[in-house]
């Protein structure tokens, strides 16, 4: 008698299928560029064929961005995570610098660095990161009004997206202290950046 896996055991399967498409998107397209990159030789790398790609992504702009949707959604997660009553500010701090160590090390730096500079010669690849990072910040902001609300706190949609939006702020200048120094690491840089700007807003 056959059985089907369980639920979480075809998520689980889905998950690593889509990760190994999207790692194989960002190393290919790092060392080959976005227009020397194709969807044969992304799925060729991740060990799928076409048709799954397609069940998965759209385009290559897709698989390529993905990275960003899962980062902005452990964000996110993290935000909710943080303790009750922990006041907007530092509950973004704090979900922030417990995510850096994911990204902190040798190979991610070399990665990024690379696709850096291909998403810097798109605007169509810079525009779609860019509305990738806006619906994060504004997710954020829904979270961070709902925690307020159930600590009996008011908090605006605007002032939300004005705290949301300046902790991403910080985020963009630490990744670009953490891709231009070797010597800085990306808790360093980011803890740095988010705690200048805590000083700032408290002189």
């Given at each position: 008698?056959?059985?089907?896996?369980?639920?979480?055991?075809?998520?689980?399967?889905?998950?690593?299928?889509?990760e190994?498409?999207?790692s194989?998107?960002?190393?290919?397209?790092?060392?080959?560029?976005?227009?020397?990159?194709?969807?044969?030789?992304?799925?060729?790398?991740a060990?799928?064929?076409?048709?799954?790609?397609?069940?998965?992504?759209?385009?290559?702009?897709?698989?390529?961005?993905?990275?960003?949707?899962?980062?902005?959604?452990?964000?996110?997660?993290?935000?909710?995570?943080?303790?009750?009553?922990?006041?907007?500010?530092?509950?973004?701090?704090?979900?922030?610098?417990?995510?850096?160590?994911?990204?902190?090390?040798?190979?991610?730096?070399?990665?990024?660095?690379?696709?850096?500079?291909?998403?810097?010669?798109?605007?169509?690849?810079?525009?779609?990161?860019?509305?990738?990072?806006?619906?994060?910040?504004?997710?954020?902001?829904?979270?961070?009004?709902?925690?307020?609300?159930?600590?009996?706190?008011?908090?605006?949609?605007?002032?939300?997206?004005?705290?949301?939006?300046?902790?991403?702020?910080?985020?963009?200048?630490?990744?670009?202290?953490?891709?231009?120094?070797?010597?800085?690491?990306?808790?360093?840089?980011?803890?740095?950046?988010?705690?200048?700007?805590?000083?700032?807003?408290?002189?």
């Amino acid at each position: 008698m056959s059985t089907s896996p369980a639920p979480g055991a075809r998520a689980a399967a889905r998950r690593r299928v889509r990760e190994a498409l999207t790692s194989s998107a960002r190393s290919l397209v790092a060392a080959e560029g976005f227009d020397g990159t194709t969807i044969d030789m992304i799925t060729a790398g991740a060990g799928v064929s076409r048709r799954t790609f397609f069940r998965y992504f759209d385009t290559k702009e897709s698989v390529l961005l993905d990275a960003y949707e899962s980062l902005g959604a452990q964000i996110v997660a993290a935000l909710r995570a943080r303790p009750s009553g922990e006041r907007p500010w530092p509950a973004m701090r704090h979900a922030f610098v417990a995510l850096a160590p994911s990204v902190d090390n040798a190979e991610h730096r070399s990665a990024e660095r690379a696709l850096h500079a291909v998403y810097a010669a798109s605007s169509r690849l810079l525009a779609a990161r860019q509305e990738r990072r806006q619906a994060t910040i504004a997710a954020c902001a829904r979270v961070l009004v709902a925690r307020e609300a159930e600590a009996g706190r008011d908090l605006t949609p605007a002032e939300a997206a004005a705290v949301a939006g300046a902790a991403f702020a910080c985020f963009a200048a630490a990744e670009s202290r953490f891709l231009d120094d070797d010597g800085v690491s990306a808790v360093e840089a980011l803890d740095a950046m988010l705690a200048r700007l805590d000083s700032e807003i408290r002189a």
